[in-house]
């Protein structure tokens, strides 16, 4: 069985701050995939990245960037100098390679965010 | 940016009534998927179609019924639907390879009322 937890239901911030959303898995599988959405009010999931397991490196893009630990479960996402705009839901979820060849996401519950200006 | 459009956005109906949800995709995408979303829950997978045919339904009620035309187009029908029924749904497509887990690309969603 395949678990995504989001502990953090809720967090506020202030703009320019910065913010990190956990994000913890369990799965037995070897093989495995990582995603981040964000659903802004407007309801649209946005992807936003994909992880596979066998690559650990951090990646950055702009003021958003990955940390992902397999060491401990972990693939947590960090906003740098946060904005209004970054306000939404944001979903961690994750996928498996399996037998089939499609991935079945599981999500985590999310994490509401609020920037305020 | 998405590429997979859904109409219409907004959808009120009565329990009586018969009505469809159109998805709408150019990714070259073979496989789509519907999903409801409550209100501050996450989404929850209702019907996968790989190569135009159903792979999974996740034990959805017949009063749901999903149709796949073609590569491109995902229709959900809807009757006789009751008022836990109202959710947003949501389309989404993918790639199908032979190994590995490909990302799901969601569209806006129609927000479904029923009355």
């Known amino acids: 069985a395949q678990k995504v937890t989001q502990a953090q239901t809720e967090i506020s911030v202030v703009e320019k701050e910065d913010v990190t959303l956990d994000c913890v898995y369990e799965t037995r599988d070897t093989t495995y995939y990582l995603f981040w959405y964000k659903q802004p009010p407007s309801g649209e999931l946005v992807f936003l990245i994909r992880?596979?397991?066998?690559?650990?490196q951090n990646e950055i893009s702009g003021r958003y960037s990955w940390n992902f630990q397999k060491s401990t479960s972990s693939f947590n996402f960090t906003i740098t100098a946060s904005q209004v705009v970054d306000s939404a839901v944001y979903f961690c979820?994750?996928?498996?390679?399996?037998?089939?060849?499609?991935?079945?996401?599981?999500f985590g519950q999310g994490t509401i965010l609020t920037v305020h200006p | 940016d998405t590429e997979v459009t859904q109409t219409p956005k907004h959808l009120v109906m009565g329990m009586t009534n018969k009505k469809s949800l159109k998805c709408e995709q150019h990714?070259?995408?073979?496989?789509m998927y519907w999903y409801k979303q409550k209100a501050k829950k996450p989404p929850e997978l209702m019907f996968v179609y790989s190569y135009e045919k159903l792979s999974i339904n996740e034990s959805v009620p017949s009063r749901f019924s999903p149709e796949c035309p073609n590569s491109s187009l995902l229709n959900l029908h809807l009757h006789a639907l009751q008022p836990e029924d109202s959710a947003l749904y949501l389309c989404?497509?993918?790639?199908?390879?032979?190994?590995?887990?490909?990302?799901?690309?969601f569209g806006p969603g129609t927000r479904l009322t029923v009355l």
């Open positions: 990714m070259g995408h073979r496989a």
């Open positions: 989404a497509s993918s790639q199908v390879r032979d190994i590995g887990a490909d990302t799901q690309y």
């Open positions: 979820a994750l996928s498996t390679a399996g037998g089939t060849s499609y991935g079945k996401l599981t």
């Open positions: 992880r596979n397991s066998f690559d650990e």
